[in-house]
């Protein structure tokens, strides 16, 4: 199919490959992205897309599948984030910072171990213009998945993104629900090393989130317009990265970083013109 569509677009297939990675990532990122910035989960996110490192690396070595490997260590990470501000005086913040380092210098190590069989440089940053179409599909198929989760468990989700403590009362299992987000996250980030990498896969979660956020007021709308911001950004960064040869991954971030700043300043939500002209 790919094929027929760039022999029929005449687009060459790496470019195709690129823009279709991008409007997926977009999207899935838009959804679960909305879910991170309502439950004020960014840094969790972040601590998230880093500690799947060392699953990665353990996971070529063993000769694993790194998508069970990676998603493991960040459900770990979250477990042990958790126990930690649980069972200490120690904040969430701190405990995330900690977990972060941690998981991240693992994986530096296993990498290193590895010797040439990883590519630290690939992980970190990603190359969406090499993207495979096993990988394409993979991504799609990840896309499918969290859409029905996010369909099926909507109800549950939104009260307790909104209110832990309501949801406790109607017998919702919360931590069920906070570490099936973890997981996705981490299926998510993993999914996407080889389009963005881990420095910039928290950039795709949380821009379009919160470009969303400035303009919606319910969870379903804020969870729509996310993906489309997400799948504009992909889109129309990899054209101007091809464009003006630019670094497509970081290229997509500044896009979404430019939607995000026109909304901040034109969204009536936000309404940044009316409370710049009283403070004036």
């Not at 990532?25 to 972040?46: E, T, Y």
């Not at 993104?161 to 069920?176: I, N, Q, R």
Request: without cysteine.
């Amino acid at each position: 199919m790919i094929n027929v569509m760039s022999d029929l677009f005449n687009i060459p297939v790496y470019a195709l490959n690129a823009g279709l990675s991008a409007i997926i990532l977009g999207i899935v990122s838009g959804a679960l992205g909305s879910f991170i910035v309502l439950r004020k989960m960014s840094l969790m996110g972040d601590a998230l897309s880093h500690a799947v490192l060392p699953g990665v690396a353990l996971s070529y070595i063993l000769g694993i599948n790194i998508l069970l490997g990676a998603s493991l260590f960040g459900l770990l990470a979250a477990i042990l984030i958790q126990f930690i501000t649980s069972r200490s005086t120690i904040k969430s913040d701190t405990s995330i910072g900690i977990i972060l380092s941690s998981f991240f210098a693992l994986g530096i190590v296993l990498i290193t171990f590895a010797k040439s069989g990883l590519d630290l440089t690939h992980i970190l940053f990603g190359n969406i213009l090499a993207v495979p179409q096993s990988e394409l599909t993979q991504s799609f198929i990840i896309m499918l998945v969290v859409i029905a989760i996010i369909v099926l468990l909507y109800k549950e989700l939104l009260i307790s993104s909104f209110d832990p403590v309501v949801a406790k009362a109607y017998g919702l299992k919360t931590g069920f629900y906070h570490y099936l987000l973890m997981m996705l996250l981490s299926v998510v980030t993993v999914s996407s090393l080889s389009q963005v990498g881990i420095v910039l896969v928290i950039a795709m979660l949380v821009i379009p989130a919160a470009t969303s956020y400035l303009w919606t007021h319910t969870l379903i709308h804020m969870i729509v317009l996310a993906s489309a911001v997400g799948a504009v950004s992909g889109i129309v960064g990899v054209y101007l990265s091809f464009g003006f040869n630019l670094p497509t991954s970081a290229t997509i971030v500044l896009v979404g970083v430019s939607l995000f700043a026109v909304s901040f300043i034109l969204s009536p939500k936000n309404n940044f013109l009316r409370k710049g002209l009283k403070q004036g």
